[in-house]
């Protein structure tokens, strides 16, 4: 029997918006709509990655830089510690000129399936979750916030 992902996504523009703030990378292309219902395909290859960016909404043109970092992603042919900072090298020559300020949280995973092993990197508060065969939810990431580190202190209390 093939080894197989089931990858569902979909995306929806916060209230307010004029521009999607998220962009996502499915393994195949980078989306960024206004609305996108959801849609469920099976990855077969043996190894590939996955990824969302959520722009920071105070930041400027976020859209610009949540789609970059995604067309940065899709291009990457393996998920290492460097990926983000090449990410954010790549991003700030690209958007410093015309979009300087424009930020985005990041998320991506690079799935090996015939290893059954999986590397996730991950900024900001996009998270990465692991959905099982019975609908359980488990987060695998952590927030980088000042929030996240307030209640992590306060858990430790």
């Not at 970092?69 to 900072?85: D, V």
Request: glycine share 6%; with cysteine.
């Amino acid at each position: 029997m093939n080894k197989f992902c089931e990858i569902t996504f979909c995306q929806q523009i916060g209230s307010n918006q004029q521009h999607n703030q998220d962009a996502l990378f499915n393994g195949e292309q980078v989306f960024q709509y206004k609305l996108k219902t959801a849609e469920t395909r099976l990855e077969t290859r043996p190894r590939f990655i996955i990824g969302i960016a959520d722009g920071i909404s105070n930041s400027n043109h976020p859209e610009k830089a949540s789609k970059s970092a995604m067309h940065l992603l899709s291009r990457t042919a393996k998920l290492s510690r460097q990926t983000i900072n090449h990410v954010q090298a790549a991003l700030s020559q690209e958007l410093a000129e015309d979009y300087f300020g424009s930020s985005t949280t990041f998320v991506a995973a690079e799935i090996d399936q015939t290893t059954g092993q999986t590397k996730i990197i991950s900024v900001g508060d996009s998270r990465a979750y692991l959905i099982d065969t019975q609908g359980t939810w488990k987060q695998l990431t952590q927030d980088h916030s000042i929030l996240s580190e307030l209640l992590d202190g306060l858990s430790d209390k």
